[in-house]
């Protein structure tokens, strides 16, 4: 299977299948000598993990984090770190079902379409376990941005019909704490209140529902992004399209610019009070010409409802046949709280594999790397 592996010089490939033995992910190009062990990776992979409440897949799984190679007495080496989650609860039988025939709204269709046949277990590489590899790999990105100042956030903006009243702009570190408390990784609790409500019907219906997550990106600086066809938004859209459920990327006023003026949509200057030029608004999410403008980079992501439903649906047999599919199986009623990590991950290994190419895109740069003869 192609198509495996994200990035330039900081190079993510993802391995492995919901009910194989293990998922994991090889990272080439992290830099020797930062200090890294299991703690720097678990907690991206505990927001992400399944069964820690109502809102999520009942999958029992650790999701603990092995790192196999890459790293001497706590430190990189700048060799392939290689990272590895074993699958503990499989229950493959629950999927027995579905071998003989295609669930609405997955890719057990298209993936038969293409190979001839389909690990169906669980929903083989098409599955949300995918993303582990992912995650782990976003952990050792974020760290190296932190470093540089860099600060990455994600969260669940909108549930179904209920989305969250404050801006994203607006927000600080007490609603990134609230958010990592919340059960639908949401920073307003009034409008996470709600939105547990409206889950609960859907879940007592056998039903799904749909979502947004918001991530911003601060203190990024500007110029990153290489024009014409690795931009910076062209390459947010790529790595966090590849999520599974992505339905639409927006960056900025997304797709609200389409109904506005060039009046209201220009990011006008003005001088701040201290003296310094700035925009007086971020229409533009942080990115012109494809490159970053050093200001808040801000994205929103919108899920689709999980695919798999317990309410009956009709459906197309491998034998050809029209008929009624029950869905069985543990599955999440709502992806975006369990997905927001994943989104905080792919920006960031995003953002540090393009900071890496912009320091070779000046002569400046090379000369204060290199040194004048
Ligand atoms: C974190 C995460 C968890 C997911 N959990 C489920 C799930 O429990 N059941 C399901 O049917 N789909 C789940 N999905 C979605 C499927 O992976 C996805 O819908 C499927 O691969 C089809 O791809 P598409 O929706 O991008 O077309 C999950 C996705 C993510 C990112």
Same mark, same amino acid.
């Given at each position: 299977?192609?198509?495996?592996?994200?990035?330039?010089?900081?190079?993510?490939?993802?391995?492995?299948?919901?009910?194989?033995?293990?998922?994991?992910?090889?990272?080439?190009?992290?830099?020797?000598?930062?200090? @890294?062990?299991?703690?720097?990776?678990?907690?991206?992979?505990?927001?992400?993990?399944?069964?820690?409440?109502?809102?999520?897949?009942?999958?029992?799984?650790?999701?603990? !984090?092995?790192?196999?190679?890459?790293?001497?007495?706590?430190?990189?080496?700048?060799? %392939?770190?290689?990272? @590895?989650?074993?699958?503990?609860?499989?229950?493959?039988?629950?999927?027995?079902?579905?071998?003989?025939?295609?669930? %609405? &709204?997955?890719?057990?269709?298209?993936?038969? +379409?293409?190979?001839?046949?389909?690990?169906?277990?669980?929903?083989?590489?098409?599955?949300?376990?995918?993303?582990?590899? +992912?995650?782990?790999?976003?952990?050792?990105?974020?760290?190296?941005?932190?470093?540089?100042?860099?600060?990455?956030?994600?969260?669940?903006?909108?549930?179904?019909?209920?989305?969250?009243?404050?801006?994203?702009?607006?927000? &600080?570190?007490?609603?990134?704490?609230?958010?990592? =408390?919340?059960?639908?990784?949401?920073?307003?609790?009034?409008?996470?209140?709600?939105?547990?409500?409206? #889950?609960?019907?859907?879940?007592?219906?056998?039903?799904?529902? &749909?979502?947004?997550?918001?991530?911003?990106?601060?203190? #990024?600086?500007?110029?990153?992004?290489?024009?014409? /066809?690795?931009?910076?938004?062209? #390459?947010?859209?790529?790595? =966090?399209?590849?999520?599974?459920?992505?339905?639409?990327?927006?960056?900025?006023?997304? !797709?609200?610019?389409?109904?506005?003026?060039?009046?209201?949509?220009?990011?006008?200057? +003005?001088?701040?009070?201290?003296?310094?030029?700035?925009?007086?608004?971020?229409?533009?999410?942080?990115? =012109?010409?494809?490159?970053?403008? &050093?200001? =808040?980079?801000?994205?929103?992501?919108?899920?689709?409802?999980?695919?798999?439903?317990?309410?009956?649906?009709?459906?197309?047999?491998?034998?050809?046949?029209?008929?009624?599919?029950?869905?069985?199986?543990?599955?999440?009623? /709502?992806?975006?709280?369990?997905?927001?990590? !994943? !989104?905080?991950?792919?920006?960031?290994?995003?953002?540090?594999? @393009?900071?890496?190419?912009?320091?070779?895109?000046?002569?400046?740069?090379? @000369?204060?790397?290199?040194?004048?003869?």
């Amino acid at each position: 299977m192609a198509g495996s592996s994200f990035g330039t010089i900081f190079k993510v490939t993802t391995w492995g299948e919901s009910h194989g033995s293990a998922i994991g992910a090889v990272v080439d190009g992290v830099p020797a000598g930062l200090d @890294l062990d299991r703690s720097d990776i678990q907690p991206f992979l505990d927001r992400r993990r399944p069964g820690r409440n109502r809102f999520a897949t009942q999958r029992q799984e650790a999701d603990q !984090v092995e790192i196999l190679s890459g790293t001497f007495e706590g430190r990189t080496t700048g060799t %392939p770190v290689s990272l @590895l989650v074993r699958n503990t609860d499989q229950r493959s039988h629950d999927y027995s079902q579905i071998a003989s025939c295609y669930r %609405p &709204g997955h890719a057990d269709y298209t993936f038969d +379409r293409k190979y001839g046949f389909r690990d169906y277990r669980g929903g083989g590489r098409s599955s949300g376990r995918e993303t582990i590899g +992912r995650t782990a790999a976003g952990a050792i990105a974020s760290k190296i941005l932190s470093s540089m100042g860099v600060e990455i956030h994600a969260f669940v903006s909108s549930v179904g019909p209920v989305a969250m009243t404050k801006a994203a702009r607006e927000l &600080g570190p007490e609603d990134f704490r609230l958010a990592s =408390l919340s059960a639908l990784a949401m920073p307003d609790p009034e409008a996470e209140k709600q939105a547990a409500a409206f #889950l609960d019907e859907c879940i007592r219906s056998g039903d799904s529902a &749909g979502g947004t997550v918001t991530c911003i990106a601060a203190n #990024l600086p500007a110029g990153l992004g290489e024009p014409v /066809f690795d931009k910076l938004d062209a #390459l947010l859209g790529h790595a =966090l399209f590849s999520i599974g459920a992505v339905k639409a990327v927006e960056i900025g006023s997304g !797709v609200s610019a389409a109904s506005m003026t060039g009046s209201e949509h220009n990011d006008t200057w +003005r001088m701040s009070e201290d003296g310094k030029a700035e925009r007086a608004g971020n229409c533009a999410g942080g990115v =012109l010409g494809g490159i970053s403008d &050093g200001s =808040l980079l801000q994205i929103r992501v919108s899920f689709k409802p999980t695919p798999s439903i317990s309410k009956p649906q009709q459906t197309l047999f491998s034998d050809g046949h029209i008929g009624e599919i029950r869905i069985a199986g543990r599955h999440d009623p /709502f992806i975006p709280a369990r997905a927001a990590v !994943v !989104v905080e991950s792919m920006t960031a290994i995003t953002l540090l594999d @393009l900071m890496m190419q912009n320091m070779t895109s000046r002569m400046d740069s090379l @000369l204060r790397f290199y040194g004048q003869s």
